[in-house]
């Protein structure tokens, strides 16, 4: 297991199976009655534990207490949509059915570029200064970032604070915009491209 030591008593390192309970617990529930809560942490648990921890990477920003403070979920191009690849199982674990074409894979097909690229949803515990600390970030999201240079491929990356873009930029990411996700929803995207490596 990779262990990257930060200042701060904070580590970060990848993240297993026994972590995904703690990941989900980092996003935060929308703000709209429609939205059942319950029921979507359960589909992120099971995104998070059959999905991008087999087909991509997950790391974490962890404190020396044991407290998650953030966490990258990384997924390399050409992955398949869980929402394809799994739907058998979301039906099986979810007491209501989701829609043909979930609304968050609808907005991200109108959002990204065309070319192959790596995607990173990037967490962290709210209202927490230490969580995005500049440090903290750049060292959440090396290991990802190394992959990302060594293919020379763009990489996007999506959050639901625009406060966070701010730390995003020292990294080579530009162009932050908002996608919105009707019911009033929306999260963050902002894109790096090959021609803006990670700083030596």
């Known amino acids: 297991m990779t262990i990257l030591t930060l200042p701060a008593r904070t580590t970060v390192r990848r993240a297993g199976l026994v972590d995904v309970p703690a990941v989900v617990r980092l996003f935060e529930a929308p703000e709209h009655p429609a939205v059942d809560w319950d029921q979507a942490q359960r589909a992120l648990r099971l995104i998070l534990a059959h999905y991008a921890l087999e087909e991509g990477q997950v790391w974490v920003a962890e404190r020396v207490d044991g407290t998650l403070l953030a966490a990258a979920v990384w997924l390399p191009p050409g992955t398949e949509s869980p929402h394809t690849r799994f739907s058998g199982l979301l039906a099986r674990e979810l007491t209501t059915p ?12 109108q959002a990204k570029p065309a070319a192959p690229h790596w995607t990173v949803v990037t967490v962290c515990i709210p ?74």
């Open 98 to 109: 989701l829609p043909a074409e979930p609304l968050l894979s609808t907005a991200l097909k």
């Open 127 to 200: 209202d927490d200064s230490e969580a995005w600390d500049r440090t903290v970030v750049t060292d959440l999201l090396t290991p990802g970032l190394q992959a990302v240079d060594a293919e020379n491929t763009p990489a996007v990356a999506l959050t639901l604070s625009p406060r966070h873009m701010d730390q995003l930029r020292p990294l080579g990411f530009r162009h932050p915009h908002q996608v919105t996700l009707p019911p009033g929803n929306g999260l963050w995207m902002t894109t790096r491209h090959p021609e803006s490596p990670l700083a030596a």
